[in-house]
């Protein structure tokens, strides 16, 4: 089947056609030790990002998701929008209770996003996806 047949497919059945952007990270935890400073967290974390890592018995790993998270987000906005200018407290994971859904806030974007994300780890490794659709 050829791409403008499974358009027409699409737009025939109602659906809107809309873009996806994927972003992706992946962090080695000791790696990840060799950086985590609390000039770091300062610079790179929010408030609320940093309640939420500070109330684990192992913070470390809740800052290593979080990063993750934001380089996946950060990953997918740029494939929206190659030109915005975003620091990393400009896009906050946030998480209503403990191991509860990671949602997206994006600070400075003109149109909001429609940002998913999954957050995982696994012995030394902690991996995040974002997928943007817009």
Same mark, same amino acid.
Request: charge should be positive.
């Given at each position: 089947?050829?791409? +403008? &047949? $499974?358009?027409?497919?699409?737009?025939?059945?109602?659906? %809107? /056609?809309?873009?996806?952007?994927?972003?992706?990270?992946?962090?080695?935890?000791?790696?990840?030790?060799?950086?985590?400073?609390?000039?770091?967290?300062?610079?790179?974390?929010?408030? +609320? &990002? $940093?309640?939420?890592?500070?109330?684990?018995?192992?913070? %470390? /790993?809740?800052?290593?998701?979080?990063?993750?998270?934001?380089?996946?987000?950060?990953?997918?906005?740029?494939?929206?929008?190659?030109?915005?200018?975003?620091?990393?407290?400009?896009? +906050?994971?946030?998480?209503?209770?403990?191991?509860?859904?990671?949602?997206?806030?994006?600070?400075?974007?003109?149109?909001?996003?429609?940002?998913?994300?999954?957050?995982?780890?696994?012995?030394?490794?902690?991996?995040?996806?974002?997928?943007?659709?817009?």
């Amino acid at each position: 089947m050829k791409t +403008e &047949e $499974i358009e027409e497919l699409i737009v025939g059945s109602g659906c %809107r /056609l809309q873009s996806i952007a994927v972003g992706n990270d992946l962090v080695h935890l000791p790696m990840f030790d060799k950086s985590f400073t609390p000039y770091f967290v300062r610079r790179g974390y929010t408030k +609320e &990002e $940093i309640a939420y890592c500070e109330q684990f018995a192992e913070p %470390r /790993l809740r800052y290593a998701s979080t990063w993750a998270a934001k380089e996946a987000v950060y990953k997918a906005i740029k494939q929206v929008d190659e030109t915005i200018k975003i620091w990393w407290r400009d896009i +906050e994971i946030h998480r209503p209770k403990p191991q509860g859904k990671p949602t997206v806030i994006v600070k400075k974007l003109k149109t909001p996003l429609s940002i998913n994300l999954t957050i995982s780890h696994d012995g030394d490794y902690v991996w995040a996806l974002a997928v943007c659709v817009y």
